[in-house]
């Protein structure tokens, strides 16, 4: 916990970045100067303790899955809750998230409540989504958070859409949209860059760099292993942050903020671990031992715990009640979602579309085409 890493890729013809190394070790910041050291201090135990309900909650999930609780797909932030804290505290409430599938923890660290993300999972009704989308379709646009999406990759030209959008009204927002290092690969990446760096976009683009793609590792799969450098193509501005140290990651992303909000695009890669499998029903068995091994030494739960005691900021005991009290929201949320009621299947197609679409097809999956529809909205009673 001691260093950080640091990089910064300058534009390739600006001359700043000749002579200069892509890498720089500066100190680990908390515990310096007497004012700030308390600052400091609160900021980062409130951190451990939204890490410790995202891991909590996530586990809580894990087991609902296995209880078949929650259908479809599941995917985890364990292991990624350092990198999901450390982002969302550089977020101003007026500005807008996109993330992938593996979404939970960012619907829980922007103020979503937990009942209500633990109720989408179940697919009820008092889900975030009103228990239409599930794990991978989380939307609440009252938290600005756009999503949530299962094709991997889809979120990113929305987001710079979004980024557009805000340049367009001229207002002091930004767009964070965060991706993993496979989704690197997809020509959206690549065509969403090249118009936010040409177009001078507000949007931070983040990559949870897990070092797998499924079970893919990035060796494999990047001819630049080195994600944050791909920004240097469209002299955009990146770094790469310790994603095991949630204030690294905040710091990082607090200088990516300042950037998109001065009307730049940045690229942030954030180094994590994916505690398991890719998702719930993935034992992940093609990790060998010192993958798992190197996994489990970078756990941020237990890093960050180790440096909060070390510094004098939490005891032991301390560290107990934060997790006894994860665990009851936890449970507590799983409680409120098993006793929320299923969504009617007559709201099925209420949320397609923002406004109505006229010829709008409310067929059921799997009706014959020419029967008459089973029901009109119209009709309906919700
Ligand atoms: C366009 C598309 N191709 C393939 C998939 C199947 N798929 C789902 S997740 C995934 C891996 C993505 O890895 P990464 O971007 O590193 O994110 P991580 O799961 O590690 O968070 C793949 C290939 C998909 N959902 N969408
Ligand atoms: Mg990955």
Redesign the pocket.
Same mark, same amino acid.
């Given at each position: 916990m001691a260093t950080r890493q640091r990089t910064t890729v300058m534009p390739p013809n600006s001359g700043a970045h000749r002579g200069k190394p892509f890498t720089a070790e500066t100190e680990y910041p908390v515990g310096t100067g007497a004012e700030t050291d308390t600052v400091a201090g609160e900021r980062a135990v409130d951190f451990y303790r939204q890490m410790v309900f995202i891991r909590r909650f996530e586990e809580r999930a894990a087991r609902a899955y296995t209880q078949a609780l929650i259908g479809g797909y599941c995917?985890l932030n364990l292991g990624e809750e350092a990198a999901v804290v450390g982002l969302m505290a550089a977020l101003r409430p007026t500005d807008y998230l996109f993330t992938?599938? #593996?979404e939970h923890g960012y619907a829980l660290t922007r103020g979503i409540e937990p009942e209500r993300v633990m109720a989408e999972l179940f697919g009820r009704s008092d889900g975030v989504s009103k228990g239409w989308g599930g794990s991978m379709h989380m939307f609440d646009l009252e938290k600005r958070m756009l999503g949530g999406y299962? +094709?991997?990759?889809g979120q990113i030209p929305l987001a710079t859409g979004a980024a557009l959008a805000i340049d367009y009204r001229g207002v002091d927002e930004i767009v964070m949209c965060t !991706? =993993?290092?496979?989704?690197t690969n +997809?020509g959206a990446f690549h065509e969403s860059l090249n118009i936010a760096a040409l177009w001078s976009l507000p949007i931070v683009y983040v990559v +949870?760099n897990?070092r797998? =793609? !499924?079970a893919t590792t990035v060796d494999k799969s990047s001819a630049e292993p080195e994600l944050y450098k791909r920004a240097s193509s469209y002299r955009m501005e990146a770094e790469r942050v310790d994603g095991i140290d949630p204030v690294a990651v905040f710091e990082g992303a607090q200088r990516a903020a300042a950037v998109a909000r001065a009307g730049k695009p940045f690229l942030l890669e954030v180094m994590t671990e #994916?505690l398991r499998g890719?998702s719930v029903v993935d034992p992940g068995k093609y990790r060998g031992a010192e993958a798992i091994a190197l996994t489990k030494e970078r756990d941020p739960l237990v890093t960050f715990a180790a440096h909060l005691v070390d510094n004098g900021l939490l005891t032991e005991t301390e560290i107990t009640v934060i997790n006894d009290d994860a665990i009851n929201r936890a449970t507590a949320a799983a409680a409120f979602a098993e006793a929320s009621p299923f969504p009617h299947v007559s709201t099925l197609f209420d949320y397609t579309y923002a406004t109505p679409v006229a010829n709008d097809s409310h067929r059921l999956p799997g009706q014959p085409l020419f029967e008459p529809a089973p029901f009109l909205q119209s009709e309906v009673t919700r």
């Amino acid at each position: 916990m001691a260093t950080r890493q640091r990089t910064t890729v300058m534009p390739p013809n600006s001359g700043a970045h000749r002579g200069k190394p892509f890498t720089a070790e500066t100190e680990y910041p908390v515990g310096t100067g007497a004012e700030t050291d308390t600052v400091a201090g609160e900021r980062a135990v409130d951190f451990y303790r939204q890490m410790v309900f995202i891991r909590r909650f996530e586990e809580r999930a894990a087991r609902a899955y296995t209880q078949a609780l929650i259908g479809g797909y599941c995917h985890l932030n364990l292991g990624e809750e350092a990198a999901v804290v450390g982002l969302m505290a550089a977020l101003r409430p007026t500005d807008y998230l996109f993330t992938n599938y #593996r979404e939970h923890g960012y619907a829980l660290t922007r103020g979503i409540e937990p009942e209500r993300v633990m109720a989408e999972l179940f697919g009820r009704s008092d889900g975030v989504s009103k228990g239409w989308g599930g794990s991978m379709h989380m939307f609440d646009l009252e938290k600005r958070m756009l999503g949530g999406y299962g +094709i991997v990759g889809g979120q990113i030209p929305l987001a710079t859409g979004a980024a557009l959008a805000i340049d367009y009204r001229g207002v002091d927002e930004i767009v964070m949209c965060t !991706m =993993g290092d496979g989704t690197t690969n +997809i020509g959206a990446f690549h065509e969403s860059l090249n118009i936010a760096a040409l177009w001078s976009l507000p949007i931070v683009y983040v990559v +949870i760099n897990n070092r797998l =793609g !499924m079970a893919t590792t990035v060796d494999k799969s990047s001819a630049e292993p080195e994600l944050y450098k791909r920004a240097s193509s469209y002299r955009m501005e990146a770094e790469r942050v310790d994603g095991i140290d949630p204030v690294a990651v905040f710091e990082g992303a607090q200088r990516a903020a300042a950037v998109a909000r001065a009307g730049k695009p940045f690229l942030l890669e954030v180094m994590t671990e #994916r505690l398991r499998g890719h998702s719930v029903v993935d034992p992940g068995k093609y990790r060998g031992a010192e993958a798992i091994a190197l996994t489990k030494e970078r756990d941020p739960l237990v890093t960050f715990a180790a440096h909060l005691v070390d510094n004098g900021l939490l005891t032991e005991t301390e560290i107990t009640v934060i997790n006894d009290d994860a665990i009851n929201r936890a449970t507590a949320a799983a409680a409120f979602a098993e006793a929320s009621p299923f969504p009617h299947v007559s709201t099925l197609f209420d949320y397609t579309y923002a406004t109505p679409v006229a010829n709008d097809s409310h067929r059921l999956p799997g009706q014959p085409l020419f029967e008459p529809a089973p029901f009109l909205q119209s009709e309906v009673t919700r």
